[in-house]
């Protein structure tokens, strides 16, 4: 979303065109009493928020019920020095349906720690969402979220830009493809195939225009869930006009 606060007005008005019973929310750049929790409440959703600064930050909000609220997910990595756990992930029960917003860390550069961190969180992520499965096979589940990871090179505008660079690397892909071998699909992409279809388009060098975007944002469902999959899309027209965050919403239906 990359901020919250600063796109109020465009988050309820989405809301109200859309008519989504249950979005996952990333990049909310604010602490937990800046969240503006009446954009949701004034239009009938419970919302949960994990925000600790003006990074990060995540929420989901629902209109089915928004019960057992989790902050974090087992064993999920820290950063910094101390490590502590950043506001990337939050779970909760909507509709009977374990939904977790996501937002796995950038990497920065190849070089970088970050990208060492986001390996391995990728990996602990894996590692919590097999051992849901392993505990009810039966479960609802969906990882939603911004991934920073494009598993496919049909999900980049040119593969030749990002030689080099983070998002596309073997080890990120290797990491991304864990979670669907740990029996999570990728429910979106059957109704909405590339190439070209990209959630996530840069602010600089017109980037939208271009339509040099990538495709980043994923909800991946559990067996189960997969099972009620119906339709899906990209609102890319959401990424258009003044103020508009520089990733398209991604929309599941369930049956």
Not at 116 to 145: H, N, V
Not at 160 to 186: I, L, M, N, Y
Request: hydrophobic share 40%.
């Amino acid at each position: 979303m990359n901020s919250v606060r600063a796109r109020g007005e465009r988050v309820a008005a989405w809301l109200e065109r859309s008519d989504v019973d249950v979005v996952a929310i990333q990049e909310t750049k604010c602490k937990a009493e800046q969240f503006p929790e009446a954009v949701f409440t004034d239009l009938g959703y419970e919302v949960a928020h994990h925000g600790l600064s003006q990074w990060n930050g995540v929420a989901i909000a629902s209109r089915v019920g928004l019960d057992d609220v989790r902050v974090g997910f087992p064993g999920q990595p820290g950063w910094g020095d101390p490590a502590a756990a950043e506001a990337r992930a939050i779970g909760a029960v909507c509709g009977g349906v374990r939904v977790w917003s996501l937002y796995v860390p950038n990497g920065r550069d190849v070089q970088d720690p970050h990208y060492a961190y986001k390996l391995q969180w990728l990996d602990r992520l894996r590692a919590a969402g097999e051992g849901w499965l392993k505990e009810d096979p039966e479960a609802r589940i969906a990882l939603c979220g911004d991934w920073n990871v494009a598993p496919q090179d049909d999900d980049v505008w040119d593969m030749a830009a990002f030689e080099g660079s983070t998002h596309v690397t073997k080890p990120e892909r290797d990491a991304f493809q864990a979670v669907v071998d740990a029996g999570f699909t990728d429910v979106a992409r059957p109704y909405t195939p590339g190439p070209g279809v990209y959630t996530f388009w840069d602010y600089k060098a017109l980037s939208f225009p271009k339509r040099k975007g990538m495709r980043i944002d994923f909800v991946m469902a559990s067996p189960k869930l997969s099972e009620r999959v119906t339709g899906a899309m990209v609102d890319r027209e959401e990424r258009k006009g003044k103020g508009a965050s520089d990733h398209a919403p991604v929309i599941v239906e369930l049956g």
